[in-house]
């Protein structure tokens, strides 16, 4: 998004409009919450880079007007004054009405309110410097500054009604640093807005285009879809008044409440989300075995405790052919939906706390108790005939603590990024069955940056691909119920279609659309 903001303001106040022009240009496009969604342009008639240019057959206003856009024109008018209302303008300049303008600042202030567009007028913003202005009588000026400061009053008294109270907003400072400080703050909050509006605009237009229910349902009941599962999925259909462990429908805890029980353990008292932080100070004083211990007790459930299962492991239990399922998820729900079903799987771990399997995977085939632990790229499954649930960032097992591993601190994240750019963490196997499918992507939060590089390092097996005959594109798909603009450009810059939609409503569709 490129934005203008003009910047409106007599002499007086140099160092302002200089301050003014580091925000805008300098300030709001690296902010590390913006950096790469906006560019933005400051407009001045006396910028140093490119000032406009003052032929002497025109009056200076005249001269600005024509040589940069006017403030109507831009997304942001700033407006800055002091003691000084600025020069009057020639009678050629003069409202609707007949009146004249106190100023040029005056006119550009007016011209900001009036707008060219209906749809997006302006951002007008209005800043007064409260410091003390010394005029000395016997100086040949007194009058005019004098008559100056009697204008901007003139001009602040718009804001007010009669009975004092105030009908219009400005803001007030007493240095140049302060107002530096306000107007980063307010720009800021403005360019948020802008790409919040932005964003829920592309989500409306988003919405028009449903996913291609049937084309999915048919490559799955093909066995031509990867399915890659994120943590949201396990939260889906949960209102957001639920507490996890709570009836009449029992949810495990997302990642934020997860991070919450934690920092609640250690009497930290933050409402922090990250996971990762908050389980790394948990290594940190509690040791590694206290956290093992305290993930397990949350996430594994009793039998007769009632967790809700989501529909997106049933409907893939259903599913006729031998899948390859690959989840971030550390609990066992997929795996009894897959047993209440009776349809067999094999799963893979990726060893996150076995130091001494550093090189291996776990791999129990289906229907053995006790894992073998092949090297990655030695593991051998004939993924034509046989399912595959991958636990990707580790997992409980329900049985005993023995093979129980989580990548869930920072230095787990590390460690596996690592190991995925060595090609060590996911089985070679698996890439090239992927080679000529579609992928899946259900529940994937790409703001989780640990997620955003895995999927990254996997991109090249996936995107942009066509059948071996060139002839068709093989597409892979994103569903979340929040897709944000920023995840909407990684999705399609990686070669997939993202859809915001209610999970669980995605699974009744390509329910209802399976084959027969």
């Not at 996997?458 to 594109?473: G, M, N, W």
Request: with cysteine.
């Amino acid at each position: 998004m490129h934005l203008r903001f003009f910047i409106s303001s007599p002499g007086d106040v140099a160092r302002e409009r200089a301050l003014a022009q580091e925000v805008v240009e300098q300030e709001i496009p690296k902010d590390p919450l913006l950096r790469g969604l906006v560019t933005c342009e400051a407009v001045r008639w006396d910028d140093p880079a490119a000032p406009a240019a003052m032929p002497a057959t025109l009056t200076p206003q005249e001269a600005v007007n024509r040589g940069l856009p006017k403030p109507s024109q831009c997304d942001v008018v700033i407006v800055i004054l002091w003691s000084r209302m600025g020069t009057p303008l020639p009678d050629t300049f003069r409202r609707a009405d007949g009146s004249a303008y106190l100023s040029g600042s005056e006119w550009e202030y007016e011209d900001a309110l009036q707008g060219n567009s209906p749809v997006s007028p302006p951002h007008v913003l209005v800043y007064r410097c409260t410091s003390a202005v010394s005029i000395d009588p016997d100086q040949p000026d007194a009058a005019s500054r004098l008559e100056q400061r009697g204008r901007v009053r003139q001009f602040f008294d718009r804001f007010k009604n009669l009975d004092g109270s105030l009908r219009g907003a400005f803001s007030e400072y007493d240095s140049p640093e302060a107002f530096r400080d306000r107007l980063r703050n307010d720009l800021r909050a403005y360019v948020q807005q802008r790409l919040a509006g932005q964003a829920q605009e592309q989500t409306r237009s988003s919405e028009k285009a449903p996913p291609p229910f049937g084309e999915i349902a048919r490559a799955l009941w093909k066995g031509r879809v990867v399915l890659f599962i994120g943590n949201r999925a396990m939260s889906a259909g949960r209102s957001p008044d639920a507490v996890a462990g709570s009836a009449p429908e029992i949810f495990l805890p997302s990642g934020a409440e997860l991070s919450h029980v934690l920092a609640e353990d250690m009497a930290l008292h933050e409402d922090d989300d990250d996971l990762a932080q908050i389980s790394s100070y948990y290594e940190t004083f509690q040791g590694r075995p206290a956290l093992r211990e305290r993930l397990r007790q949350i996430l594994v459930p009793q039998a007769d405790s009632g967790i809700r299962v989501p529909p997106l492991y049933r409907l893939l239990a259903e599913v006729p052919v031998p899948l390859l399922v690959l989840s971030t998820g550390f609990d066992t729900l997929i795996e009894q939906a897959f047993r209440a079903a009776g349809k067999p799987y094999d799963l893979v771990i990726y060893p996150a706390d076995r130091k001494d399997l550093a090189s291996a995977v776990l791999w129990w085939p289906h229907g053995e108790t006790q894992p073998r632990t092949p090297a990655p790229n030695e593991l051998d499954i004939d993924l034509a005939t046989t399912t595959v649930i991958f636990k990707m960032h580790g997992s409980v097992r329900p049985e005993n603590d023995e093979w129980d591993g989580f990548v869930i601190t920072e230095d787990d994240h590390v460690e596996f990024l690592s190991r995925v750019a060595a090609k060590s963490a996911i089985p070679s196997l698996f890439f090239a069955y992927l080679r000529d499918r579609s992928l899946l992507f259900v529940g994937c939060c790409l703001h989780d940056w640990n997620l955003r590089v895995a999927i990254r390092s996997l991109s090249r097996y996936f995107a942009r691909r066509t059948t071996a005959d060139a002839d068709e594109e093989i597409p892979s798909w994103a569903v979340d119920e929040q897709i944000s603009e920023l995840e909407v450009k990684l999705w399609r810059r990686r070669g997939v279609y993202p859809f915001q939609v209610a999970i669980d409503e995605f699974v009744t569709k390509l329910r209802a659309r399976a084959p027969r």
